[in-house]
């Protein structure tokens, strides 16, 4: 493929899954992986057991075991990662189903082995861990080994975390997976060019900022109808799910819903106060900007469907060809190597972009851990936005790249790290379309698309994070119905868009599938902390452009062994628990609303 607009030619949008197990759901070579895999994990768990009760263990067996530990972690992240992709790319493959409870299965055993292990680190007196933990070969994990250890302290005992796990398949994550179960069966009714046909919410949730405002309003009530049909199943998913976490966090002791999402991302209660303080502060000028969108839209305020939608009435179509060259390009400008492994993506086919019915909706990307690449998933209709996402979705592959090559524990870095690589990416491109903008309509375009990226993360994601936890404080005297979480939701997100909307979402609890995810709970702040961490990021790269793509690539690299803190001191010079940061970061995403205004003005 040409990079830098040069000879592009025709690119495949559905993904290659055949070179990494032939087959797909009925891959024998993939089955015989999990069997494999299966049975190392089986081994691991029982040379745990029967170290449990065992005063002491040597420094070799140690290594032993911490090796066999990552070996079987990258394994079942290859199994993971090649199921997530079947499942997507056809919700209504019941062989990939079935072979992701399998796959669920395993990860509970493997759990059980984990914290096993974790308590037998726990146990290894002083001395002897500081002699095993310096050891060289370990210097690379050392970081997640001693975080490892300090946890388990805070656990229950081995056995009864064991009891969890097994329980947790066919309930906690059982419930996760019966929301995708809800999703799939969900089919909303379209005419277009007088043709009915039927969409998945993947497809329908494209035509939420079409730029047509009677598509808009035509599908936004077909989308509240159609998630209201499923309140019911819903709700009572979501208080399974919080319910099961409430009990859990009580035996274990644990007063704060918080604590749990804050430990995997590696962030203080403080970080996080700094930051929702500062963004609470910035709500006035992006409701100035929704205003003054609304006035370019012929409204006086804009609906909840609305935000995303296009300035121009013409349907923006831009061709996955020509956003490959746009990303390319802004790619270049920053860094080759971030360059280069975005075009081995579009080559090597590891983009799943399909516009197609039967596909899950949303956007990922998954890693490989053995195969040393990533897989990227998204429908690609020809939006900015899409374009947006493809961005995003590179600069996950490329993070995930960067730390490929280190020992599988130090490549397990948190969720509000990962969005910064992601979110950077995203802004790269943003920014170089706007530098090269010639007229007031493209720049009041691309401004508009950052803008929204910046209510998105400010005023959206703030509302989700309300909703959650004001979901948790409620659901610990009891289960919400679907009335109740409805209000919920409107009086969150009311709270973090003001005035500025005059209509909402009140079934946004129903259709965010980030709400029914069992692997990471509060799946939401991570995305603040990383599109503003990455805005600080954008400040240090104009200060120190010659080394700023070295020291990036650098930090990347350190994600998955330092606490946010360390890592904000070490490669920014900052303090993330003093809300000056936080503040400074907003200011620059606010910079773009008085841009904004001053060309409408023009």
């Known amino acids: 493929m040409g990079c830098n607009g040069k000879g592009a030619i025709s690119l495949n949008k559905i993904w290659d899954l055949e070179s990494l197990f032939v087959g797909g759901s009925s891959s024998v070579t993939f089955l015989s992986f999990l069997e494999e895999t299966e049975q190392l994990t089986k081994s691991l768990l029982h040379q745990l057991q029967e170290a449990e009760n065992e005063s002491t263990v040597s420094n070799a067996t140690l290594n032993e075991w911490t090796d066999k530990l990552q070996l079987t972690l990258a394994r079942i992240s290859e199994a993971d990662a090649f199921l997530s992709c079947l499942t997507s790319q056809q919700m209504s493959d019941k062989r990939a189903v079935a072979l992701s409870d399998r796959v669920t299965t395993l990860s509970a055993k493997f759990k059980q082995a984990s914290d096993l292990y974790d308590a037998l680190l726990a146990k290894v007196p002083v001395p002897q861990w500081e ?14 080994l001693n975080e490892r250890r300090e946890t388990a302290l805070d656990k229950m005992s081995p056995a009864l975390e064991s009891v969890v796990s097994e329980l947790s398949v066919d309930g906690y994550h059982g419930w996760g997976e019966h929301y995708n179960t809800i999703v799939s069966g969900i089919s909303i009714p379209w005419t277009e060019a007088s043709i009915e046909t039927t969409l998945s919410v993947g497809q329908a949730a494209n035509k939420l900022d079409d730029p047509n405002p009677d598509v808009r309003n035509l599908m936004s009530a077909k989308w509240e109808e159609a998630w209201a049909a499923k ?20 035996m274990r002791n644990w007063s704060d819903p918080l604590q749990e999402p804050l430990r995997i991302n590696r962030m203080s209660k403080a970080t996080l106060d700094a930051m929702w303080s500062a963004v609470a502060e910035g709500i006035d000028p992006l409701k100035k900007y929704l205003s003054l969108k609304a006035k370019l839209i012929g409204k006086e305020r804009l609906a909840w469907h609305d935000i995303d939608a296009s300035l121009t009435s013409s349907k923006s179509n831009i061709p996955y060809e020509e956003a490959a060259e746009i990303i390319l390009d ?26 197609r019915s039967g596909k899950r909706p949303g956007g990922f990307c998954t890693s490989f851990p053995l195969s040393r690449q990533s897989r990227i998933f998204m429908t690609y209709s020809g939006t900015p936005g899409n374009v947006s996402t493809l961005a995003h979705e590179l600069g996950h592959a490329y993070h995930g ?26 802004a790269l491109v943003s920014d170089a379309l706007l530098r090269r903008a010639s007229s007031k309509e493209e720049q009041l375009s691309l401004l508009d698309d950052r803008l929204q990226r910046a209510v998105a993360f ?14 948790y404080n409620r659901r610990s005297s009891g289960m919400l119905d679907a009335d109740q979480l409805n209000e919920l939701m409107v009086e969150a997100q009311k709270e973090a868009f003001g005035d500025a909307l005059d209509s909402w979402h009140p079934h946004f609890w129903a259709s965010k599938l980030h709400f029914y995810l069992t692997d990471v709970p509060f799946y ?6 990383g599109y503003l961490f990455s805005t600080g990021l954008i ?40 809300p000056g940061f936080w503040r400074d970061a907003v200011s620059t995403v606010i910079a773009d609303v008085e841009r904004f205004a001053e060309l409408c003005d023009k």
């Open 231 to 250: 309140e019911d199943l819903c709700s009572d998913t979501l208080n399974r799910l919080s319910g099961f976490r409430l009990k859990l966090y009580a």
């Open 131 to 144: 002699e095993w933990i310096n050891q060289s070969e370990l210097a690379k994990i050392k970081y997640p």
């Open 330 to 355: 802004a790619f270049e400008q920053f860094s080759p190597d971030l360059a280069k492994l975005a075009k081995k993506a579009f080559d090597d086919r590891w983009i799943e972009a399909e516009d």
């Open 539 to 578: 400040a240090v790269a104009e200060r120190d452009a010659d080394n700023f793509p070295e020291r990036y690539k650098q930090l990347l690299k350190d994600t998955g062994v330092m606490t946010v803190e360390q890592l904000s001191k070490l490669h920014l010079g900052v303090d993330l628990e003093n």
């Open 401 to 426: 790249a960067l730390v490929e090559s280190l020992p599988p524990m130090a490549q397990q870095y948190a969720m509000n790290v990962a969005e910064t690589a992601s979110t950077f990416a995203e």
């Open 524 to 529: 939401n702040f991570p995305y603040t902390f």
């Open 458 to 471: 400010l005023m959206n994601i703030r509302a989700r994070f309300l909703f959650e936890t004001r979901m």
